[in-house]
Nanobody, 123 residues
Framework: VQLVESGGGLVQAGASLRLSCTASGLSFSSSIMGWFRQFPGKEHDFLSTISRNGDRTYYTDSLQGRFTISRDNAKNTVYLQMNNLKPEDTAVYYC?????????????????WGQGTQVTVSS
């Protein structure tokens, strides 16, 4: 299984970024996908997850509607649209995959992880 994130970078506060995560080696359409981020020295924080066919999404409350998760099963890719970025969003962002039927939010519920992509937001 390989998950490859892309789309991170350095932006100014208020800008937008779209992260992509392309999967291989797994049945993508049968996988629940999630996005997490990690601050230095901290555990992975849950951001969002999406059901296998994309009809259900779930977000951590702290995002205040700024981020949107979506997926394209034909491209084996999950996205995270991030708007109105803030300096406190600076972190390494990871996508993760989970088999099964139910949405989950704990890092330990996800069995496959990407290598992460750095997002840096300057003030």
């Amino acid at each position: 299984v390989q998950l490859v994130e892309s789309g991170g970078g350095l932006v100014q506060a208020g800008a937008s970024l779209r992260l992509s995560c392309t999967a291989s080696g797994l049945s993508f359409s049968s996988s629940i996908m999630g996005w997490f981020r990690q601050f230095p020295g901290k555990e992975h924080d849950f951001l969002s997850t999406i059901s296998r066919n994309g009809d259900r999404t779930y977000y951590t409350d702290s995002l205040q509607g700024r981020f949107t998760i979506s997926r394209d099963n034909a491209k084996n890719t999950v996205y995270l649209q991030m708007n109105n970025l803030k300096p406190e969003d600076t972190a390494v962002y990871y996508c993760a995959a989970r088999s099964g039927l139910f949405i989950a939010t704990k890092p330990t519920d996800f069995g496959s992880w990407g290598q992460g992509t750095q997002v840096t937001v300057s003030s």
